[in-house]
């Protein structure tokens, strides 16, 4: 079993940058691709991004794509979502998830298929 915990949020001003981190601990971390998700109030849940865990290949949904970059460092345990242009809109509660990623490498973007969460971390945007 994977435990996640997100870490990085905060207040940044329109147009500023956040990097958010996501530490695993217990279970095989390299079994496990990462995605990151959002929720804003009053909307559904959001994906972000994916990113596999052997080769580092890199998913990105609309919501972000050009303003976000997400890496990951196995030998901490740690993705991360680097988060640049913020605008008022990417306020919301941000998610890392865990999907198992098997010998092929698998990502997602349906948060249904993420089997492991963490709880969530807090960015405003303040115009």
């Known amino acids: 079993q994977l435990r996640l915990v997100e870490s990085g949020g905060g207040l940044v001003q329109l147009g500023g940058s956040l990097r958010l981190s996501c530490a695993a601990s217990s279970g095989t971390f390299e079994n496990y691709a990462i995605g990151w998700f959002r929720q804003a109030p009053g909307k559904e849940r959001e994906a972000v991004s994916c990113?596999?865990?052997?080769?580092?290949?890199?998913f990105y949904t609309d919501s972000m794509k050009g303003r976000v970059t997400t890496s990951r460092d196995n030998a901490k345990r740690t993705v991360y979502l680097e988060m640049n242009s913020l605008k008022p809109e990417d306020t919301a509660v941000y998610y890392c998830a865990a999907v198992v990623s098997g010998p092929y490498n698998y990502c997602s973007s349906r948060g249904e298929e993420f089997a492991y969460w963490g709880q969530g971390t807090q960015v405003t945007v303040s115009s």
């Open positions: 990113i596999t865990p052997r080769d580092g290949k890199t």
